[in-house]
Every structure is written in C-alpha cells, then in structure tokens.
C-alpha cells in the first residue's frame, strides 16, 4: 500500500484532483494507494476556507479506482484538532493559508500509517511515484529535498516541506510533530509550518532536488513543483502559476509532457461540475 497525504481545503480540489491523475498515470505498479485528505472548516477567518466536500472526495475515489478498485480516499476532517491547538496562534495568518499548518496534527490522527508521503497540492509527477515512495527513511523523521531558492538564500541544506517522505512512526517517538505545534504556538515565524518544522528535527534524510524541483523540469525529475517563482523577463517578478492553469503551463513554462494529465483533469472538472449542477 502506498499512502498519500494531500491538505487543503475546497479551494485545492483541482489541484488534488491533478495531482493524484499524475501519480496514478505515471505509476507502473499495481500496489493500490490510499489518499488522505485533511481538511478543515475555518470560514471564521476568510469565507472561501470551506473543507473538501464529501462530494469531492467521493469523486477522487471514484476516479481513482478505475485505476484500481482497491484504491481509496478518505477525508478526515481535523476542524476540532485546529481549533483546540492553533486557534489564534501567531502563525494562523502565516503567509500561506492556515491549511499548511494542518499536516503537523499526522501524529494526533487514529490510523495513519508509519510510512506517509505528504504532497502540496501544487505538485505533479513526471515519473513513478516508487522512485520516491520506495526510499528508505529508517532512523530519519522525514526524507525532503532543498528549497530552490532557500538553499542560496538560507542554508545549504534548508529544504522545502512540499513534498515530505514522512517516518510517522518514528516522528511519533522524537516527538517532532509535537514540539512543531509548540512552535507554531509560541512564536511567528517567517515560513510557519516548514519552519517549524525544520526547528523541530532531529534527524532528515535530503533527497535529490529532482524529488521536488520547483523550478525546473528535466527528464530525470520526479515531482515537479509549482511553487510561486522568480522571473527575469520581461521584467524581475513573481508568479504562482498552478498546473491547473493549462493554458499558462503551456504558453509560460512551454510544458506539453503533462497533456495526457491535463486533458483528462479538464474533462473530469466538467464532468464533475456536471454532476454537482444537478
């Protein structure tokens, strides 16, 4: 069984949706998935932080066991966790949405696996998901790949928690994902989660950047990344464009090895919005 872990709220569906057709298309095995969707009601803060539907988790399942029957998706809702650990906590306006802060709660969740590959929701793989999956991460927390630009900017080795190969079992006995909510809890820091994770750990595995390549696509990259990034020209700006942006992924990065995902992704959206119109 491999296990995925996608958070978020109704807002990322697109990007789940893609994201999980990268992995099943670009997958050889026949060893069936499960994805874990954490998610969360906080329209207190902005009226878009809707949870993933049951609706839309139903429709990843379904569309997911057409790979393999025994694929599944199962939302958990972690309102109650949120609330009672980070409500009001400096970082819950962090310069991401609050929904970032949520992974740190994996250890507090009945039934997770030992072994979890956490993703953002902005990612898409370009080769099998076993190339990553199948890494050992005996005696580390967590596996991860340098941040693009933090490595420069930061430390050599500051990595980028968008796609983490996560030791649960033995992240539950270093107690990293406590001692990251208590930084979460005491103190505003500059990337939130990630640097409260990075402040927590004991021991990390750093994997290749082609495990987690936010600015690049080479042949040999694993997962690409959409992360917001630098452009030179025409002048020095920032974009955050998102694989669900087909058109934008097309004519800005000139990136066309994704189609066959993105194509079937434009029809189940309307298929999907179809059904929900009804």
Sequence with gaps: MVNILFCGNS????GMLTGMLSILK????????TFYVFTMTLTRMKPDYTPVTTAQAEFLEEIAREYNPENRVKLIDVTELYETQFRGCPNESAYCSPYTLIRLFADQVAGMPDKLLYLDADIMFNRDIHLLYDIDVEGYEYAAARDHYGKYMIQPNYIN???????LRHMKETGILVKAREWICRKKLTFADQSAL????????M?????NDQKFLHKHTVVR?????????????TDN???WHVSRVHKTFRY????DILFEYIYLKKLYERRTQK
Excluded at 11 to 14: A, E, M, P, S, T
Excluded at 26 to 33: Q, W
Excluded at 207 to 211: C, D, S, T
Aim: hydrophobic share 40%; glycine share 4%.
């Design 241 to 243: 464009i998102k694989q």
């Design 11 to 14: 807002g990322v569906f697109d």
């Design 256 to 259: 066309f090895v994704f189609d």
């Design 198 to 205: 990075i402040r927590s750990t004991t021991r990390k595995k």
């Design 161 to 167: 928690a968008g796609v983490l190969l996560l030791n």
């Design 225 to 237: 990344h959409f992360s917001k990034r630098l452009f030179w020209l025409p002048y020095p700006h």
């Design 26 to 33: 670009r997958t050889a095995s026949s060893e069936p998935f």
């Design 207 to 211: 994997l290749p950047q082609r495990f």
